[in-house]
């Protein structure tokens, strides 16, 4: 069990969190053990930095979304700069009133550098937008990202149904498309039951397949499908695909980062 799912089964016990899908746990359970590894207080000694970086961390997860670890270590860094910053803005105001001008010129190319850094780490989380970067750029950004998700996805959103031709009477499936199932107050994205991630493969199905519950002719009646195919996901439920146009790198960071999976590592032995 990993911290993740240790997270999800304390969150599950307290009464704020009775109602809440699985889904919406496990992104707070993730949000939580992101925040407890990146440590963010350590990184400052005055008592009150230690409670406004920790106001802040907490804003900036409450306000954007973020999908993986690195995305946290750059906000702790981003704190660290901003925090840097403030206390840069202090000491020429300081200054200033003091009426010590040499000193504050001095400064102030070092407060342009932090807001420099600010403004770069800013844009590395895309909680700004790189000012070159077209808005035609960015949706593609966004397509690549939802090219990776719809592939791991992909039977979330899809059930197959058997059809059968009025003219020659021979049958088939095929996919239908579906509403991915929301909850009606919160709308919270709840996970149907019936499918699960990359292809058309259900858990428990092929979990009483592999113990001998179950024959492979039996799982491919309820799936709708082959024996053959049965075989084949067999031999490849714990590989990862490939996607076209997609670097490897970036399909390894987003299974490293779904609590539901195992780490990248590990399907490639």
Not at 41 to 57: A, I, Q, V
Not at 59 to 78: E, K, P
Not at 117 to 138: F, M, N, P
Request: hydrophobic share 35%; aromatic share 10%; proline share 2%.
């Amino acid at each position: 069990m990993n911290d993740v799912q240790k997270e999800v089964r304390k969150l599950s016990r307290l009464v704020q969190f009775k109602n809440k899908d699985k889904s919406t746990l496990e992104h707070i359970a993730q949000i939580s053990v992101w925040k407890r590894q990146l440590k963010i207080t350590d990184r400052f000694e005055n008592t009150s930095e230690k409670t406004l970086s920790k106001e802040m961390l907490d804003n900036y997860l409450d306000n954007y979304t973020f999908t993986c670890f690195n995305d946290i270590q750059n906000i702790g860094d981003l704190i660290f700069e901003e925090m840097a910053k403030l206390r840069f803005q202090k000491e020429i105001d300081k200054l200033l009133s003091e009426k010590k001008a040499a000193l504050v010129n001095k400064l102030m190319p070092m407060l342009h550098d932090i807001e420099s850094r600010i403004w770069e780490l800013k844009e590395k989380v895309g909680i700004v937008g790189k000012k070159e970067v077209s808005d035609l750029t960015a949706l593609q950004e966004l397509q690549k990202k939802f090219k990776i998700y719809q592939n791991f996805n992909r039977n979330e959103f899809t059930f197959w149904a058997p059809v059968k031709c009025k003219d020659c009477q021979s049958t088939n499936v095929q996919p239908v498309l579906i509403r991915r199932r929301c909850n009606k107050e919160k709308f919270d994205i709840l996970v149907h039951p019936a499918f699960s991630g990359r292809f058309l493969y259900n858990k428990e199905i092929f979990k009483d397949i592999r113990e001998g519950k179950l024959t492979k002719e039996q799982g491919a009646r309820y799936q709708r499908t082959s024996v053959k195919y049965i075989d084949w996901v067999l031999l490849n439920e714990h590989k990862i695909i490939e996607i076209d146009g997609v670097e490897k790198e970036e399909i390894d960071e987003f299974v490293d980062n779904n609590p539901n999976l195992k780490k990248a590592s590990d399907y490639k032995e």
